[in-house]
């Protein structure tokens, strides 16, 4: 892995932070998706807290921006993708889905990575990276069971639905904050895109945010929604964006592979402890599609 610019260490400490980081953003954000009836509600709440900090932040531990027009107008873009599309999408999608399926999703990011950055240069990946491919969507076939009828499994399909426009979006993002990351801080590209898609997304959830009942937000509702304002959208976002500085797309998100077993474990002891329900889908379909896809995306990193 080529490294630019810093410590080899410090990048792969990054990494390893962002993956425990993930895993508790997965289980937490389950237990707020489930709390708050209404996923813009919390969407938008998620959103107008971190804007807030890094307003806070902005002047004393952030640098002031110091962006051109076109670079805003990047920003914006980068802000749609990551609150209305992103954000609202995974938590919509967490609400009926689990976080094992959520994180196996997400660790397709490498996946989709590599095949918008072939379709932009038009380039054909290679056999064994194709076949990777072919694996890593095995695995995800076999996890989602399209096959299987009921009402519980229809649930868990429009949840899984849901995150894969999620991914989708987040893949996006990471390719075009890829460009801006590498000239401007990564900190300030975080802050601003985040408030940009916050002031996007706001004017469609004022009306809910008026009679929604917030009184009836259990602890870990709460506690999610704190999670997830603090760790996943302030640190997380940091940290992906630092090394989206000093490495590629693709090796940023080699960081994704380690996120479903990492979410699942959590995800176990959360339910085993009452925070979770007890069935978190964690059969023996889902560990053998788990090995398949991230097998797969490990070939797609490995092999040129």
């Known amino acids: 892995m080529q490294i630019i610019g810093?410590?080899?260490?410090?990048?792969?400490?990054?990494?390893?932070?962002?993956?425990?980081f993930s895993a508790g953003t997965f289980v937490f954000s389950k237990a707020a998706a489930i709390s708050f009836a209404d996923p813009m509600v919390l969407t938008v709440c998620r959103g107008?807290?971190?804007?807030a900090l890094f307003l806070v932040l902005t002047g004393w531990k952030i640098p002031a921006p110091d962006f051109s027009l076109k670079e805003w107008a990047r920003l914006l873009v980068l802000g749609i993708l990551l609150?209305?599309?992103?954000?609202?999408?995974?938590l919509r999608g967490l609400q009926l889905t689990v976080p094992g399926h959520s994180a196996l999703l997400y660790a397709m990011t490498p996946l989709g990575v590599l095949l918008l950055s072939a379709g932009i240069s038009r380039k054909m990946p290679s056999f064994r990276k194709l076949f990777g491919v072919f694996l890593a969507f095995s695995g995800v076939l076999i996890v989602l069971r399209p096959w299987v009828s009921g009402a519980e499994m229809k649930e868990l399909r429009t949840g899984d639905f849901w995150l894969i426009?999620?991914?989708?979006?987040?893949?996006?993002y990471t390719i075009l904050a890829s460009e801006i990351c590498r000239k401007k801080n990564a900190v300030v590209v975080t802050a601003?895109?985040?408030?940009?898609?916050?002031l996007v997304m706001l004017p469609a959830a004022v009306s809910a945010l008026l009679v929604f009942d917030f009184k009836a937000i259990s602890t870990a509702g709460w506690f999610g929604l704190g999670y997830m304002v603090v760790i996943t959208s302030m640190a997380m976002m940091i940290v992906?964006?630092?090394l989206l500085k000093h490495l590629t797309p693709v090796q940023v998100a080699i960081t994704t592979n380690a996120?479903?077993?990492?979410?699942?474990?959590?995800?176990?002891?959360?339910?085993?402890?009452?925070?979770l329900p007890g069935n978190q889908d964690l059969g023996i379909l889902f560990f053998v599609g788990m090995i398949l896809s991230i097998s797969g995306v490990v070939i797609i990193q490995k092999f040129k």
């Open 6 to 20: 810093t410590s080899k260490y410090h990048l792969y400490l990054l990494m390893a932070l962002h993956v425990l």
């Open 259 to 275: 996120q479903p077993p990492a979410t699942t474990l959590f995800a176990a002891i959360m339910a085993a402890v009452g925070i």
């Open 83 to 90: 609150v209305p599309l992103n954000q609202y999408c995974f």
């Open 192 to 198: 601003w895109s985040l408030i940009l898609g916050v």
């Open 240 to 242: 992906w964006n630092i």
């Open 165 to 172: 426009l999620a991914v989708a979006s987040w893949i996006i």
């Open 48 to 51: 107008l807290g971190c804007a």
